[in-house]
Nanobody, 124 residues
Framework: QVQLVEAGGGVVQAGDSLRLSCAAS????????MGWFRQTPGKEREFVAG????????DYTDSVKGRFTISRVNAKNTVYLQMNSLKPEDTAVYYC?????????????????WGQGTQVTVSS
């Protein structure tokens, strides 16, 4: 059974940094793309960042470019999201997801498995 477990969320002040991690289990994910999404109450889940199976290709939503970095360690079945210069508008529940294809997608429906989410709160 595929399981994704996020960690690293918390409450920080504007300008601070956080690193989220997502540990995958149930199969080997080294050939699959992975992504990070976020959601706030009343809004649809939003693509944040994606990484292809090899880690050589990444994609970001415009609002986080230059501040967030997605990476992965296939030997650990883990994907990370380094978030720097956090802003109050980054406050959300962050979800990691795996797509059973090697290339990145920005639509949530393109992903097959999801974690339970981790809360990130950025105060001004």
């Amino acid at each position: 059974q595929v399981q994704l477990v996020e960690a690293g969320g918390g409450v920080v002040q504007a300008g601070d940094s956080l690193r989220l991690s997502c540990a995958a289990s149930g199969r080997t994910f080294s050939t699959y793309a992975m992504g990070w999404f976020r959601q706030t109450p009343g809004k649809e889940r939003e693509f944040v960042a994606g990484i292809d199976w090899s880690g050589s290709s990444t994609d970001y939503t415009d609002s986080v470019k230059g501040r967030f970095t997605i990476s992965r360690v296939n030997a650990k079945n883990t994907v990370y999201l380094q978030m720097n210069s956090l802003k109050p508008e980054d406050t959300a529940v962050y979800y990691c997801a795996v797509r059973m294809v090697g290339t990145i997608a920005t639509r949530g429906k393109s992903y097959d498995y999801w974690g339970q989410g981790t809360q990130v709160t950025v105060s001004s």
